[in-house]
């Protein structure tokens, strides 16, 4: 095969440009007249773009703290056709998006006092003490969306000894409130307001993408007065469980949508959406350690992490 010319990468690379210069332009944003292999602008927050860019795979170049350039982004023109769809989408991705998917524990719903106290108490059962210390560390490790499975690796770790199917009934008749105990489930929150949440309704189809059972899920949505307000409820019942971005991409399907962000408190989160082609963006969970949650999000690859969902209208286009 014979190398490109220098002719073919001038029109190659003069191609992306335009095309990046276009998408530049459809998201509201002017480039400067450019005759390099990049395209610079101004007029946009210079970090964020920088950020929400990279959460979707992509580096750019960008200067935050600088008093000239703090407005500025330079985007260099990719090789490839195909790489230069990727980044046009991304561009549209973070400012226009279609939706928003939410995960469910840690970011709509305190399961502090729920699911975590439920994991403890399931070991206890069986011999082992655990920590929320040892839980968090867990959870950071990924792959690690399901608490039935979270507690049996937590016990046999430990030195404990119990099948799943054990591990799981315990857990159940804790959670649900099975014999004599008070359901732990009772003991859930909502975190941040409803009126939000309808107001971001008003605007962008919303979905919850969650590794629970769809009757905890559904009973938690209705018990908040929620279940009106998402289009789309994907659980552990519908697709493989996160990190596999196959839950993230029925969620989109369901919802008719192409480009939205993510909200998630985990590793497995975080990484699901990237896989989808979905902005990334972490939360910190009631309870979680905030330095180095906000270290373990952005190492999965966040966009950014935020103390509370809420705190997403900041961003939003």
């Known amino acids: 095969e014979c190398p490109e010319s220098v002719t073919q990468t001038v029109e190659r690379l003069c191609a992306a440009r335009e095309r990046l210069s276009a998408a530049l332009l459809k998201a509201q944003v002017t480039p400067y007249p450019s ?7 101004r007029g946009v927050d210079g970090r964020w773009w920088r950020d929400a860019l990279s959460g979707l795979g992509i580096g750019v170049r960008a200067w935050p703290g600088s008093e000239r350039l703090g407005d500025a982004v330079r985007i260099s023109c990719p090789g490839r056709p195909e790489d230069t769809d990727r980044v046009c989408e991304a561009i549209e991705t973070i400012t226009r998006p279609e939706a928003l998917l939410f995960d469910l524990d840690g ?13 403890m108490e399931t070991a206890a059962r069986f011999g082992v003490s655990v920590s929320r210390e040892q839980i968090e560390t867990l959870k950071a490790r990924g792959d690690a969306n399901n608490d039935w499975v979270v507690t049996w ?4 770790e430990l030195g404990g000894e119990a099948s799943l199917d054990q591990v799981t009934e315990v857990f159940e008749d804790l959670y649900q409130g099975r014999g004599e105990a008070d359901a732990l489930y009772l003991r859930e929150r909502l975190i941040g307001p409803r009126d939000v949440l309808a107001s971001l309704k008003e605007r962008l189809a919303l979905g919850v993408v969650t590794g629970r059972p769809r009757s905890d899920a559904e009973r938690f949505l209705s018990d908040f007065e ?4 998402f289009e789309v409820v994907i659980t552990m019942e519908d697709a493989p469980l996160k990190p596999d971005p196959a839950p993230v991409r029925r969620a989109l399907e369901a919802l008719g949508a192409r480009r939205a962000w993510m909200i998630g408190d985990t590793p497995d989160d975080v990484r699901a959406a990237r896989a989808a082609g979905v902005l990334p963006v972490g939360v910190i969970a009631p309870g979680s350690p905030t330095p180095s949650t906000t270290e373990t999000l952005l190492g999965a690859g966040a966009a950014v992490v935020l103390d509370r969902w809420d705190q997403l209208q900041e961003r939003l286009p």
């Open 35 to 41: 005759q390099g292999n990049f395209v610079f602008a």
């Open 107 to 119: 970011v709509l719903a305190d399961v502090s006092q729920s699911y975590r106290t439920a994991i």
């Open 153 to 156: 690796r937590l016990i046999n």
């Open 226 to 229: 929620l279940d009106g307000l």
